[in-house]
Nanobody, 125 residues
Framework: QVQLRESGGGLVQPGESLRLSCTAS?????????VGWFRQAPGKEREFVAA????????WYGDPAKGRFSISRDNNQNTVYLQMNRLKPEDTAVYYC?????????????????WGQGTQVTVSS
């Protein structure tokens, strides 16, 4: 059974950085897999942050991530990372990673089959 586990969240001050990790068990990332990052703040809808498709090693970013976040992978560790720089209070949310094998629609969380439990990111002074 595929399980995803996020780590790396925490409390940081505005302008600081965090790196989130998404590690899979029961499945080796590869082929047509795409791993996405989403976030959900209290009282708000889930929001697409970034995704990476393994077959092309191509990243795709949502509006919250452009210019500040980057997504990458480590095949040896079976892990996908989300590097978040210049964090803002509005980045505060629970961040989830998810796995899909569909060819398109990476921004749509409904296209993902597996989800992690999430990791809390809080940006506050």
């Amino acid at each position: 059974q595929v399980q995803l586990r996020e780590s790396g969240g925490g409390l940081v001050q505005p302008g600081e950085s965090l790196r989130l990790s998404c590690t899979a068990s029961g499945r080796t990332f590869g082929g047509n897999d795409a791993v996405g990052w989403f976030r959900q703040a209290p009282g708000k809808e889930r929001e697409f942050v970034a995704a990476i498709r393994y077959i092309y090693d191509s990243p795709w970013y949502g509006d919250p991530a452009k210019g500040r976040f980057s997504i990458s992978r480590d095949n040896n560790q079976n892990t996908v990372y989300l590097q978040m720089n210049r964090l803002k209070p509005e980045d505060t949310a629970v961040y989830y990673c998810a796995l899909t094998a569909v060819d398109s629609g990476l921004e749509n969380g409904n296209n993902y089959n597996y989800w992690g439990q999430g990791t809390q990111v809080t940006v506050s002074s």
